[in-house]
């Protein structure tokens, strides 16, 4: 008897004793990027494109460069490339990052079917901030492209 109640002692402060072990706090993970301030972007998509057509342009080029005379330092992208028409109008559209910490760019042409125009290439260059985005490392594409990787802290 004796034997038993020491036995259910032990058993009880062993029990008790395993209770009181902390709770293992769940390790914190990374928030989801996001944009905080988008840049001034002339070619943007407009509300009028809807009735216009849509055609693809030839990158010729596309880089990414740092611009440290700008606080906080932001990446500019660097485009060169040639539309389909000399009446085409490029249209730039910066996607917001994605859970991968990817920056899809995409690069077209919108023109209205209702002018006469000579298909000429016209070529194009142009240089545009991407933005201020929370702190990661981020990849940039453009039409599906890598163009170079940026770090925002």
Not at 14 to 26: D, F, K
Not at 118 to 133: A, D, I, K, M, T
Request: some cysteine; proline content about 8%; aromatic content about 10%.
């Amino acid at each position: 008897m004796k034997q038993t109640f020491l036995l259910t002692f032990l058993g009880l402060i062993l029990v008790s004793c395993a209770a009181l072990r902390p709770v293992p706090t769940p390790t914190p993970t990374a928030d989801a990027p996001y944009l905080i301030r988008q840049e001034e972007n002339p070619y943007e998509p407009q509300i009028e494109d809807v009735s216009l057509k849509q055609d693809a342009v030839v990158l010729t080029s596309t880089s990414l460069s740092e611009r440290y005379d700008l606080t906080p330092i932001r990446a500019e992208l660097h485009v060169l490339g040639s539309m389909p028409s000399v009446c085409s109008e490029l249209r730039i559209k910066i996607n917001p990052p994605d859970e991968q910490y990817q920056i899809n760019v995409e690069v077209y042409s919108v023109v209205d079917l209702k002018l006469k125009c000579e298909n000429v290439f016209q070529r194009f260059e142009v240089s545009l901030l991407l933005g201020e985005y929370s702190p990661g490392q981020y990849t940039v594409w453009a039409n599906d492209s890598f163009v170079g990787s940026i770090v925002s802290y």
